[in-house]
């Protein structure tokens, strides 16, 4: 991940945003994006792990770069 960011908003990035999280490519963002619209916000690994090619490998290396909050500063 890009240094200059503390951690990724997962439930308020656009897909560029996300795509700075080690893994995560621009299908897998949109994926993401998608899985918000139709569920809401993403509370956990959990929650993560529901999408498509997120395996719980995955969300546990990125999970140190998330912060799960779901407000729009």
């Known amino acids: 991940m890009n240094k200059q960011f503390k951690s990724v908003r ?3 990035a656009n897909a560029k945003t996300l ?3 080690k893994g995560i490519g621009p299908k897998l963002a949109e994926k993401i994006i998608a ?8 509370l956990g690994l959990k929650d993560l792990t529901k999408i498509e090619g ?3 490998t995955l ?5 140190p770069d998330i912060s ?3 407000e729009i500063i």
């Open 10 to 12: 997962i439930n308020t």
């Open 68 to 70: 799960w909050r779901t």
């Open 19 to 21: 795509q700075q999280l």
């Open 59 to 63: 969300a546990k290396s990125i999970a």
């Open 35 to 42: 899985y918000r619209k139709c569920n809401g916000p993403l």
């Open 54 to 56: 997120i395996n719980h």
